[in-house]
């Protein structure tokens, strides 16, 4: 708000979830108050609401929430619940991880009896069980389908049949219970034709994602091909193509023109210091993509991001940057619906 932020993007890709509570919390920074998930402890059992009772609203401007097929568990709950209230756009993957369930961890050896005693050597271990269901405030689970966007992004991570509730054994199904009450803000539906439109006139050009679509039919052809040679010759080869594919872009991208725009790196540490710290120079400086995506399964070669010692130039990333053109679309459109009320 000191800065006159016109708008917010939370990113919650990689998000594995984590506190109900805070993802609770976390909805009400953007909500007055309301139900925000709703439990179900069997399937003909009682549902109980989690909500926010503090009518105070951190923010209440412009707010874009970016998830892909890593945003799992409370993350997907706090994503759903400002799309449900028509508070937030959703953009990102074809849908969020679809982790609606709640598992306990139940010790085995509470359950041995007599004498004998367990140690480190015969400890029988633990029994997880899925022991809760969550719902949006619609009534829609969570549960396998995840979250979908209000607008879907090129990511190869659409394409991949490894990520998701969906990959493991035996996932329970999708499902619906009753909706519950709430206000909807409808501060969405109104601009999304447009938005949409919009982004899809950009993605269709940018070069970025023109690579991302190469990427993608390469992925597509990896994963359809069941076999992999052992030829030493044959592999090296496809190395050197696959490095040749990577200097070729990156030459590109060192060539183009700076966007004319700045960009700040405010870390926890900077957060209380008063103003902005200096600029990051050179923004379409090529670096690694490196994301951090907690205990859920990552893809081959990825990174996790501990700690960054001095601040360096922003990784590619096109996933953000539409983002950020989107925001700045959803900011004029909902200028232009302001001004036409006033007059």
Known sequence: KSEKAAGIILDLRGNPGGSLEEAIKFTGLFIKDGPVVLRRSSFDGPVN?????????????????????LSASAAEIAAAALQDYGRALIVGDISTFGKGTVQSLNLLRLFFVGPATVSATNDPGTVKITIRKFYRVSGASTQLKGVMPDLMLPDVLNYSTQFGESSLENPLPWDTIPSVNYSKLNLVQLYLAELRRRSSERIATNQDFIYTRQDIDQFQKLQADKTASLNERERLKERQEAD????????????????????????????GEPGLPPSLQKPNTVTAHKFAAGPLPTPAGSTTVTAVPEPNPPAVDPMLDETERILEDYISLLSSKQILIAN
């Open 244 to 271: 040749a594919r990577q200097k070729a872009r990156d030459q590109e991208r060192a060539a183009r023109k700076a966007p004319d725009r700045k960009i700040y790196e405010l870390t926890v540490a900077k957060a």
């Open 49 to 69: 609401v989690d909500g926010d009772t503090d009518s105070s609203v951190l923010y209440d401007g412009p707010l874009v929430v970016l998830v892909n097929r």
